[in-house]
């Protein structure tokens, strides 16, 4: 299972209105380290799908978004809940420690 794209167009309803948590990841085609987080947020969505959805919304396609949520640099991850942003994760990281930082939301 793959991490599906968002929009601006979606991302009411595909995100804050979701009743499971779900994590945006804010990239774009050129970020290394955005690329390189990828698989390993396909294979936690893959392995948690019951629990937590994982988004991925381009913010080169939709600067309204990015600048809503204050991207300043990416890879950044933000979990979602009831529409808030609980939980904020900011760079590329190994499974091992994502999943560490998504605890809660995976456990």
Known sequence: ???????EATFEQEVLQNEKAVLVD?????????R??????DQIA????DKLDIVKLN???NPGLAMK??????????????????RTVIGAKPKPILEQ?????IG
């Open 1 to 7: 299972m793959t991490a599906r794209a968002v929009s």
């Open 26 to 34: 804010f990239w774009a085609e050129w970020c290394g380290p955005c």
């Open 36 to 41: 390189a987080v990828s698989p390993i947020l």
């Open 46 to 49: 893959t392995e948690h799908s």
């Open 59 to 61: 913010v080169d396609e």
């Open 69 to 86: 949520y204050q991207i300043t640099a990416i890879p950044a991850m933000k979990v979602f809940k009831g529409g808030e942003v609980v």
């Open 101 to 105: 930082d998504l605890a809660e939301f």
